[in-house]
């Protein structure tokens, strides 16, 4: 009966994309849908409004009072723009179910768009490559650092390379090129007896000197 005027796009439920129909799950579907039908309905009471008013702003034989012309469309205009607003708040809640199944990078982009006859706008196809030729663009300008090879230094204060690893490590290296020292030759006598022969490693006694006594 209050069919929506065609001359008045803004009352009909923004058409889903054809390029996020293989996102959506059947659910996601459904729950789409709900939604559509609830923005049909206020489609066609702002339509009936929207008729009333005009009724009313085309009395020209003064039927009713002016003063109450007045009021009453006051009234129907306050009831026009609050379904206006839940219409508007119908379809961001259809951006907002629908917005985590696009990737990040595009959906700060179109999450700025105002619905128009499509719910993510009319220029989705153009934001997506946009979006796409920015990123290979950042990736061709991004620097790219040289290699580092850590312990080693590209020069010295004499303009020379040089390694820059710990000192112990070096000494390691270089005791493992000394020969394997025998049991017997591990312990040097600095003063002190030994029970070991220092040149065989064979075992003698150990007879301490007696002390001769000096004649006087």
Do not use: W
Request: aromatic share 4%; proline share 6%.
């Amino acid at each position: 009966m209050y069919e929506i005027p065609t001359n008045l796009v803004e009352l009909t439920p923004p058409k889903l994309n054809v390029e996020l129909g293989p996102l959506l799950k059947k659910q996601d579907q459904n729950t789409d849908s709900s939604h559509v039908e609830v923005q049909r309905q206020v489609g066609k009471g702002l339509s009936a409004l929207g008729k009333g008013i005009s009724l009313l702003l085309g009395d020209t034989e003064n039927v009713v009072s002016m003063n109450f012309k007045v009021n009453l469309l006051s009234s129907l205009s306050d009831s026009a723009q609050i379904l206006s607003n839940v219409f508007h708040r119908v379809s961001v809640t259809r951006k907002n179910l629908l917005s985590p199944l696009i990737n990040k990078n595009v959906k700060d982009l179109v999450d700025k768009t105002p619905p128009t006859e499509f719910l993510f706008g009319s220029d989705l196809v153009e934001k997506i490559k946009t979006v796409k030729s920015v990123e290979t663009l950042s990736r061709e300008l991004k620097l790219t650092k040289p290699g580092y090879i850590p312990g080693i230094r590209s020069q010295n204060r004499g303009g020379m390379s040089q390694h820059t690893g710990s000192s112990s490590q070096t000494v390691l290296n270089l005791n493992s090129q000394r020969p394997v020292r025998r049991v017997g030759e591990a312990r040097l006598s600095r003063g002190l007896p030994s029970k070991f022969n220092r040149e065989d490693g064979r075992r003698v006694k150990y007879t301490p000197r007696k002390e001769q006594r000096r004649r006087v």
